[in-house]
């Protein structure tokens, strides 16, 4: 399974969720490589800041012909992950072309849910020559206990995108982890951080499962 992480709006964790994905397949036992494909290369800082063994390999590849590049790896590992650029461009392009299925995150805030057209449209562009290519929303750093989650998903739906079940709360305990280089589920999986990311894991395993069944 190779998954991307796109939004053009800067500041909606996808690395965070990238490398958390990451992180969750890697400790049920997969072989995961993490392709940090941002300039800024936020996964490949992260990843050097761990004072622990790695759970997963992060390489750099910022290449507009990333896709091509990408099926060497394949055979390697049992999921890919690309963190993407944020912005739409050839990189973008590229991510798209490579992944079987594009997360994207979105913050409960209508500046993300008007941003999101010009990724899903630049997926679209990509589905004329990859039909196979999928794409699904998921809510990132939702207010708890507050409505605009909800508000967030009806508003989503003027895409023709699914938006996940399984949404992500604004944290202090991502924050905290991402700065020694490490994540949620290992410094307290049981936390509702880490109940989250599983869940999330769990609804991205079953959506790609049943996207198989379908082919």
Known sequence: MILAFLNQKGGVGKTTLAVHVAAALARNGARVLLI?????????????????????????????KLHKEVPAHTSHYDH???????????????????????????????????????????????ATYRESIKSVFVINRRIV??????????????YAIPVLTTTIGQRVAFAESAANGSTVLENDPTSLAGREIIALVEELLGRMTKNETAT
């Open 36 to 64: 940090d494909a941002d300039p800024q290369g936020s996964a490949l800082d992260w990843a050097a800041c761990r004072t622990v063994d790695p759970l997963f390999p992060v390489i750099g590849l910022p290449k507009p």
């Open 80 to 126: 890919i992950l690309i963190d993407g650029p944020p912005r739409v461009n050839e990189l973008a392009r590229s991510a798209i072309m490579a992944a079987d299925l594009v997360v994207i995150p979105v913050q409960p805030s209508p500046y993300d849910v008007w941003a999101a057209k010009d990724i899903v449209d630049l997926i679209g562009e990509a």
């Open 145 to 158: 206990n507050t409505a605009i989650g909800r508000d967030v998903t009806e508003a989503l739906a003027g």
